[in-house]
């Protein structure tokens, strides 16, 4: 019995992964409130009643998919792939680095960006669930950019410098509208973020 059990979870796990991707595909061309069920489930390949067996309703397809790609998609995950720097004078080519990076996700995943920061500010459970990992991401930058410091007291510091970092990003996206130079913009806003780290020493 034992050895059909693993394939078993191991298929689970596939499927349900495919309805996260599907659903997170979906919200992007029509945004969460215009998507049913039917049409994630019909874009993971699989029957509704395949994916009710995973999830109980739409929010509670809603919630995990923003757990999933928080992870797995857009998170900061990918960012620790970026070296943190041991020398202070490289602090400025590391801040570049992630930027460039923040860039591409906002840009990638921008459709799906805007619809969950609406939903945000209108549904208490996705509040409650971007206030969660808010806090656990933030926990691993503020932790990150305190080894980078070695400033042990540099939370409000960090909170304010990945705020300026994502401001910057929604300026590029609406960049058709101010006409900005990109390039001039991103060391601007490495300067801010440095200053911003700097301020404690």
């Known amino acids: 019995m034992e050895n059909t059990a693993k394939p078993v979870q191991a298929r689970s796990q596939r499927t349900r992964e495919k309805l996260l991707r599907a659903a997170l595909a979906m919200y992007a061309k029509k945004g ?8 994630i489930a019909g874009e993971a390949e699989v029957s509704t009643g395949i994916a009710y067996r995973y999830f109980r309703n739409k929010k509670d397809m809603l ?14 995950a990918h960012i620790d792939n970026i070296p943190v720097p041991e020398d202070a ?29 609406g939903l945000r500010h209108t549904d208490e459970d996705v509040r409650s669930l971007y206030n969660e990992i808010t806090r656990d991401k933030m926990a691993a930058v503020t932790e990150r950019l305190g ?26 996206l609406d960049n058709d509208m101010h006409g900005l130079d990109a390039d001039v913009l991103r060391d601007m806003t490495a300067s801010a973020v440095i200053s911003v780290l700097d301020n404690g020493r």
């Open 32 to 39: 969460y409130h215009n998507t049913t069920v039917d049409e």
């Open 89 to 117: 004078a490289d602090i400025r080519a590391y801040i570049t680095a992630v930027l460039v990076r923040f860039e591409e996700l906002h840009r990638v995943h921008r459709s799906i960006h805007e619809e969950l920061e």
């Open 147 to 172: 080894q980078m410091t070695g400033d042990g007291n540099i939370r409000e510091r960090a909170y304010l410098a990945v705020g300026i970092m994502e401001q910057h990003c929604h300026m590029l």
């Open 63 to 76: 919630l995990s998919a923003i757990a999933y790609s928080t992870d797995n998609i857009i998170g900061i």
